[in-house]
């Protein structure tokens, strides 16, 4: 690497950093340690727009360092992005670098066997103890821990001992660990899968040809959903995933995205909310929508339970699940808004037309349809980082379904091919979130 690049690098990375620093002084935020030993973190807290612009971009910085400071084949040799693993490169940006396969092998057997629960929160474990702990051999707790201290994933200080880090602390978030549980044991595996997907099956749009159908169930086909249907103890994981996601800060937060929209403009007509999970999202728009708005959430039948326990009473007067499969005709005739929150992602274009075309039946002129999900937006207008998650996430839906994330082209001829009458109007997302969460306004025009 030539001095001259390396000096302008070392430019790049003082002005961004001063740049940070200064805005997190103007807004009065505490400048804590990047550290991931510290078990203090700047991520801890939410950040203003500018201090959050500034953090990406020194990220974005030092990782053009990190790239130019890398043989080139060493960077294809230690770098496998094979794992769609947004959250974990979120809770350690800018200190993992390259993750290798065993790393995230490592960190699926340290979520499996909840070794950060075992190890005090406070103080040191050595690997014996640790080992009677988790009920694995002590020779694969230390390799496995050697493995992941590496990346600040717990200390062994003393030498032999075991203790938590900033980072090690966040896997005692429940819901932090599903959202990982489920990475790593079902997407993970799947996404290693993809090979075998696309030698098996040549096409793009059948939601039983996916690299996870492969991963379970080999050449018997099969879907999420089905896998889930038969396994209440991942809908469950599933659920609290989804949870965790949607309301751990930034562009995914489903919160900041919401009230970027004008709820009350719709008056308290009644909104169904298709494929509504436990209702999460409907539960945060009926504290700023108008007071009268009802609610209709609806999921499948395997979901109930988990809604019943998640609607609060206060607002179970406005609030009711209702069970269906958003494939057959839509049975709520009299409401004004229908939402789908990240469904339409999850499906191939013409499964997706399909849910779109079984809600016409319901639609009166000047019904609203809001879709709530990603706007992919042009390649390399984003800052890398951010293309890095959009491109995974991308992938992520490919392997698990065979759908995809779309940009707005691709949304405006999906719509058409369910009917000419959806007509968009306009797409609302928050500032600075490169349309990775955004509502997509349509009204029924006949
Ligand atoms: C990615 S989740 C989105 C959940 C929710 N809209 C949210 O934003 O949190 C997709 C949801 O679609 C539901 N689902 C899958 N197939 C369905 C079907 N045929 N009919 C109704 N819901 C379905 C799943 O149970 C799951 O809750």
């Known amino acids: 690497m030539a001095a001259s690049i390396l000096q302008e690098h070392i430019k790049r990375i003082n002005k961004a950093a001063g740049n940070l620093s200064e805005s997190l002084l103007d807004s009065g935020h505490p400048i804590d340690s990047l550290s991931g030993v510290s078990t203090r973190k700047l991520t801890d807290s939410r950040l203003e727009t500018r201090a959050e612009v500034s953090r990406l971009a020194l990220i974005d910085t030092c990782y053009e360092l990190l790239e130019h400071l890398t043989r080139p084949e060493d960077f294809l040799k230690f770098s496998i992005p094979i794992v769609s693993d947004q959250r974990s490169l979120s809770i350690s940006s800018g200190l993992m670098k390259f993750k290798t396969i065993q790393f995230n092998s490592a960190m699926a057997v340290i979520v499996h066997f909840e070794f950060a629960g075992k190890v005090p929160e406070q103080g040191h474990i050595s690997f014996e103890e640790l080992a009677k702990r988790t009920q694995l ?21 003393p030498l032999g001992y075991i203790s938590h880090t900033a980072i090690s602390k966040c896997l005692l978030n429940p819901g932090l660990k599903a959202w990982l549980g489920h990475q790593f044991e079902e997407m993970l595996p799947s996404s290693a899968k993809l090979i075998d997907a696309f030698e098996m099956y040549p096409g793009v749009d059948d939601d039983t040809e996916t690299a996870f159908s492969v991963a ?52 308290g007509c009644k909104l169904v909310d298709v494929g509504g999970s436990t209702g999460r999202v409907s539960i945060a728009i009926a504290e700023i929508a108008d007071p009268a708005m009802e609610f209709v959430i609806q999921d499948l039948p395997e979901v109930e339970a988990e809604a019943l326990n998640t609607i609060p009473e206060p607002l179970s007067r406005r609030m009711v699940f209702r069970p269906h499969d958003f494939f057959k005709p839509q049975p709520t005739l009299d ?112």
């Open 216 to 267: 379970f169930s080999g050449q018997q086909r099969t879907t999420y959903w089905e896998v889930l249907q038969k396994t209440p103890w991942k809908v469950k994981r599933f659920c609290d995933a989804l949870e965790y996601i949607s309301t751990s800060g930034g562009a995914g937060d489903f919160r900041v995205l919401i009230s970027c929209y004008d709820w009350k403009k719709l008056g």
């Open 335 to 446: 409401a004004r808004v229908y939402m789908y929150r990240q469904i339409l992602h999850d499906w191939p274009d013409g499964k997706a037309v399909d849910i779109l075309v079984a809600l016409i039946p319901a639609l009166d002129p000047g019904d609203y349809l809001l879709l709530v999900e990603t706007v992919q937006p042009d390649p390399q207008t984003l800052p890398n980082s951010v293309e890095r998650l959009i491109y995974a996430a991308d992938l992520l839906m490919m392997a698990k379904h065979n759908s995809k994330e779309r940009t707005l082209g691709m949304w405006k001829d999906l719509l058409r091919r369910a009917s000419p009458n959806f007509v968009l109007e306009n797409v609302i997302s928050p500032e600075n979130s490169g349309a990775q969460g955004a509502i997509i306004e349509i009204r029924w025009w006949p």
């Open 137 to 157: 051999h002590v020779e694969k707790v230390q390799r496995i821990l050697r493995c992941t201290v590496a990346y600040r994933v717990f200390c062994e200080e």
